[in-house]
C-alpha cells in the first residue's frame, strides 16, 4: 500500500474520530467560509479544547475569525510546546478571547495512529 492511500486513509479515519468523538453536539459555523473546514463560536471551542486535551490529540495551530475574517493565529511553535501539551492552545485561546467577542475559531488537529488503532 503507498504512503498516499496510508495518508489518506489515516486523514478519513481522524476525520470521523474528531467528528464522533469531538465535534458531537456542536455547531459547524462554516457558512460563508471555507466549507470543509469546521469553524466553532467560542463556547463550542472551548469544549473541543477540552476534549482533545482529554483525548491528548495534537493541536498545531488555531485560528480566530471576526466577520468571516482570520484576525488571529497562533501555533505551538510560537509556545516552545509539543502540539500534545494543552497549555499552549490553552494560553493561545485566552488571548484570542481577550482581544475580540464573538470570534469563530478552528484549529488544524493531528489525531495518533495509536489513538485510532485503539477506537
Known amino acids: 500500500m503507498s504512503d498516499y492511500t496510508n495518508d489518506t ?15 458531537f453536539d ?4 462554516n457558512e ?3 466549507q470543509d473546514k469546521n469553524y466553532f463560536s467560542e463556547s463550542d471551542f472551548a469544549t473541543i479544547l477540552i476534549r482533545a486535551e482529554h483525548y491528548g490529540i495534537a493541536i498545531y495551530k488555531i485560528e480566530a475569525y471576526k466577520d468571516k475574517m482570520l484576525v488571529r493565529t497562533d501555533n505551538h511553535e510560537a509556545y516552545r510546546k509539543k502540539a500534545t501539551m494543552p497549555q499552549w492552545y490553552k494560553t493561545a485561546f485566552g488571548k484570542f478571547k481577550r482581544t475580540h467577542k464573538n470570534m469563530l475559531y478552528r ?7 495509536k489513538l485510532l488503532d485503539r477506537q
Open 9 to 23: 486513509d489515516h486523514l478519513q479515519k481522524q476525520q470521523s474520530f474528531l467528528v464522533e468523538k469531538v465535534f
Open 26 to 29: 456542536l455547531e459547524n459555523h
Open 32 to 34: 460563508g467560509l471555507d
Open 107 to 113: 484549529a488544524e488537529f493531528k489525531v495518533s495512529q
